[in-house]
């Protein structure tokens, strides 16, 4: 089935150390998005990218990295600079930026 | 930059009940978005809806752009309608979704 796979579904981070969420699309969608969101708030953009090998910074990119190079790929990876990332992460994309979003089913990351 | 509100914060129905939910935008916008994200997380899209009505079974959007509002129509809520409502727009040469804050809807059995 057609469809936008993160993982993984939980993940816990140590101080100091870096992870890396997936994010896997099989829609041929161009555009692709990470999000964050906190308990009891709307979402924040972190990147996003309209192509491959290009992307941007969102409202909320200090601390984390991203890649852009297979189209059907958008890891994101939290730094040990973002000081508080326990956070739910959700992953997007759509045909255009101006198309419809569809999005995964998130990673909620934590610190031990 | 644009400003997106939506209302209630919070809504408590009993199942049955119908509902409707508000988002107003302070700017003409080129989309907009009716999201659902279910308790468990995950995000569902709605609607995409920058002008007019749509209806999907018990739900419906109507987006009057030149009053730069959204109206999100829950009818016969279920249980499994229980959830955060979001609404999102692009406008200009934004290629970004500016999101409200969300209603948070509960439906009582």
């Known amino acids: 089935d057609g469809g936008i796979t993160q993982s993984p579904k939980y993940l816990f981070r140590k101080e100091g150390q870096n992870v890396t969420l997936s994010c896997e699309q099989n829609?041929?969608?161009?555009?692709m998005y990470w999000y964050r969101q906190d308990p009891g708030q709307g979402l924040r953009l972190i990147y996003y990218?309209?192509?491959?090998?290009?992307?941007q910074k969102g409202d909320i990119a200090e601390g984390y990295s991203v890649s852009r190079e297979k189209k059907e790929s958008f890891p994101l990876t939290v730094t040990s600079a973002q000081k508080n990332p326990t956070a739910f992460y959700l992953c997007?994309?759509?045909?255009?930026?101006?198309?419809?979003?569809?999005f995964g089913d998130g990673t909620r990351l934590s610190i031990l | 930059g644009i400003q997106v509100e939506q209302s209630p914060p919070d809504l408590i129905l009993q199942e049955g009940a119908n509902s409707t939910l508000r988002c107003n935008f302070s700017?003409?916008?080129?989309?907009l978005q009716w999201f659902h994200q279910n308790p468990w997380g995950q995000l569902i899209n709605l609607f995409y809806?920058?002008?007019?009505?749509k209806q999907n079974g018990r739900l419906s959007a109507t987006t009057v752009a030149t009053e730069r509002y959204s109206l999100l129509y829950i009818s016969s809520s279920q249980t499994t309608d229980s959830g955060v409502y979001f609404c999102?727009?692009?406008?200009?040469?934004?290629?970004?979704?500016?999101w409200g804050l969300g209603t948070s809807l509960a439906v009582n059995p």
């Open positions: 997007a994309s759509s045909i255009s930026p101006t198309s419809p979003q569809h």
């Open positions: 829609l041929n969608h161009d555009a």
């Open positions: 990218s309209q192509i491959v090998n290009d992307f």
């Open positions: 700017d003409s916008v080129n989309n």
């Open positions: 809806i920058p002008s007019g009505t």
């Open positions: 999102a727009v692009n406008a200009g040469n934004n290629r970004k979704l500016i």
